[in-house]
């Protein structure tokens, strides 16, 4: 079992920035392929980002590419997103995700999940 705990989230206005991390307990990340995702009220949930357990090229949703920036530091057992210039269609549900031996392509299965947390950006 992998536990995820999200952190990082809060309101602010648009074109700032935040960045969340999820720290894993259960077991090491390093076989663990990374995801973000958010749902926003009255919406399905939507891919962000996700990182490979191999460490190699990440993937990004067209609507945050250039804007948002996944990473992870395995020692820490922690995922990270950092995120720039927000717009205030970011605001949603933010979750991230464990996918065993996951490439990171948005159509991964993800087998844990975190708790969420909120981000608003204010117009």
């Known amino acids: 079992q992998v536990q995820l705990v999200e952190s990082g989230g809060g309101l602010v206005q648009a074109g700032g920035s935040l960045r969340h991390s999820c720290a894993a307990s259960g077991r090491m990340l390093y076989n663990y392929g990374m995801g973000w995702f958010r749902q926003a009220p009255g919406k399905e949930r939507e891919f962000v980002a996700a990182?490979?357990?191999?460490?190699?090229?990440?993937y990004y949703a067209d609507s945050v590419k250039g804007r948002f920036t996944i990473s992870r530091d395995n020692a820490k057992n922690t995922v990270y997103l950092q995120m720039n210039n927000l717009k205030p269609e970011d605001t949603a549900v933010y979750f991230c995700a464990a996918d065993f031996l996951g490439g990171g392509q948005p159509f991964r299965q993800y087998d844990y999940w975190g708790q969420g947390t909120q981000v608003t950006v204010s117009s």
């Open positions: 990182t490979s357990y191999t460490g190699g090229l990440p």
